[in-house]
């Protein structure tokens, strides 16, 4: 069984596109199982295996079964690092376009707004260029350093997989962020 413990599950909870996902009965009925044998091949001791038990059934999404048996199953057979790679730079590429917008969206809210107040009042000194080049520092900031931001950002995701997929220290001690 756990040779082909994760080849079982429909979906596989150590991929972070599967880790958020909502875990089924069968996906705890597996975890369960592969406690059953290993308490039966004496790796686990009964208060071991109760505590297990219950982490397995309240377990809600498919991230929180591997850390669970983690030390119970080879680390063979993982996911392929390309798969993970390319969704992590697909991801920061995408959380990129979204701060691109913001920077966007927060150079041109404010530089119309004052314009237009600009246009109706006074239409003397233009005064909203400071406003402008103020808030337009940022969206060049944000198009020019495009690679690093994006970097930065798969750094970030990168950091997060890993900690989804190592899971607590010991089983029953909540991961602290």
């Not at 040779?3 to 958020?20: K, T």
């Not at 690679?147 to 010991?170: M, N, S, T, V, Y």
Request: charged residues 25%.
């Amino acid at each position: 069984m756990s040779d082909d413990l994760w080849a079982s599950f429909a979906l596989d909870p150590r991929s972070p596109a599967n880790a958020g996902l909502r875990a089924a009965d069968r996906d705890r009925d597996l975890i369960h199982q592969l406690l059953g044998e290993a308490y039966a091949d004496g790796r686990l001791d009964r208060e071991e295996l109760d505590l297990r038990s219950g982490q397995t059934s309240a377990a809600r999404t498919l991230g929180e079964l591997p850390p669970i048996v983690a030390d119970l199953v080879a680390p063979t057979g993982s996911v392929p690092a390309l798969v993970v790679s390319g969704d992590l730079h697909a991801r920061a590429v995408e959380k990129y376009r979204s701060d691109r917008r913001e920077a966007f969206m927060g150079f041109l809210g404010p530089s119309l707004i004052c314009v237009v107040i600009w246009f109706v009042l006074t239409m003397g000194f233009f005064w909203p260029g400071f406003v402008i080049a103020g808030t337009g520092i940022n969206l060049v900031r944000t198009l020019v350093m495009r690679q690093d931001i994006i970097a930065g950002h798969e750094r970030k995701l990168e950091k997060k997989r890993l900690r989804a997929l190592e899971g607590p220290e010991e089983p029953g001690i909540p991961e602290s962020d």
